[in-house]
Nanobody, 114 residues
Framework: QVQLVESGGGLVQPGGSLRLSCATS????????LAWYRQAPGKQRELVAA???????SYADSVKGRFTISRAYAKNTVNLQMNSLKPEDTAVYYC????????WGRGTQVTVSS
């Protein structure tokens, strides 16, 4: 079974940066897509950013130009660099991997507040 473990969340002031990482238990070349989702209190889970096996990336309109998704093959990780953070970015961020099945991490809390 594929395991995903997120790290890097925390409390940051508006305008600050955080880098989330998701470590996978398998070779990420076997996964069709890696993505980050987030869920704020009282809201539905939403797609933040995704990267396909071929390297194509996509982003939610709300994070374009501020967030960057990337892969680190040697470490089998997918990262999310988040810059110019806003209070509305506050949420639990989940790593998602699509392969033979759909896999989820347990999430990491990101809080943007002064």
């Amino acid at each position: 079974q594929v395991q995903l473990v997120e790290s890097g969340g925390g409390l940051v002031q508006p305008g600050g940066s955080l880098r989330l990482s998701c470590a996978t238990s398998i070779n990420i070349f076997t996964l069709n897509r890696l993505a980050w989702y987030r869920q704020a209190p009282g809201k539905q889970r939403e797609l933040v950013a995704a990267i396909t096996l071929s390297g194509n990336t996509s982003y939610a309109d709300s994070v374009k130009g501020r967030f960057t998704i990337s892969r680190a093959y040697a470490k089998n990780t997918v990262n999310l660099q988040m810059n110019s953070l806003k209070p509305e970015d506050t949420a639990v961020y989940y790593c998602n991997a699509a392969g033979v099945d759909d896999y989820w991490g347990r999430g990491t809390q990101v809080t943007v507040s002064s």
